[in-house]
């Protein structure tokens, strides 16, 4: 069985940081493009980062760049996202997403884009 499993989040306070893990089962992550999503209720889900199958050129939204850092380590079929400074905006589900490469060397942006999904972690900022 394909699947994918987030771990890390938790409750923090502004300005801490957290690591989440994607680990990968069932198929090999070296040949798909990751991302992070993450999404709160009642709104849509927004891109986080991703990150292509060489672990090049890694993509952040502006929400959360210059404190957020994806990175992949393939031979443990793991995706990371190292967050920072985190602030009460970040609170959130996040998932990760894979979908194979194919022909594009760039990760996509868009959540259509990837087909195989985690069941999410929770994260909360709050004093």
């Known amino acids: 069985q394909e699947q994918l499993v987030e771990s890390g989040g938790g409750l923090v306070q502004p300005g801490d940081s957290l690591r989440l893990s994607c680990v990968a089962s069932?198929?090999?992550?070296?040949?798909?493009?990751i991302a992070w999503f993450r999404q709160v209720p009642e709104k849509e889900r927004e891109g986080v980062s991703c990150?292509?199958?060489?672990?090049?050129?890694?993509y952040y939204w502006d929400s959360v760049k210059g404190r957020f850092t994806i990175s992949r380590d393939n031979a443990k079929n793991t995706v990371y996202l190292q967050m920072n400074n985190l602030k009460p905006e970040d609170t959130a589900v996040y998932y990760c997403?894979?979908?194979?490469?194919?022909?594009?060397?760039?990760?996509?942006?868009?959540?259509?884009?990837?087909?195989?999904w985690g069941q999410g972690t929770q994260v909360t900022v709050s004093s």
């Open positions: 990150i292509g199958t060489s672990g090049g050129s890694p």
């Open positions: 997403a894979a979908r194979q490469a194919g022909q594009w060397v760039l990760c996509p942006r868009g959540t259509v884009a990837y087909d195989k």
């Open positions: 069932g198929f090999t992550l070296n040949d798909y493009h």
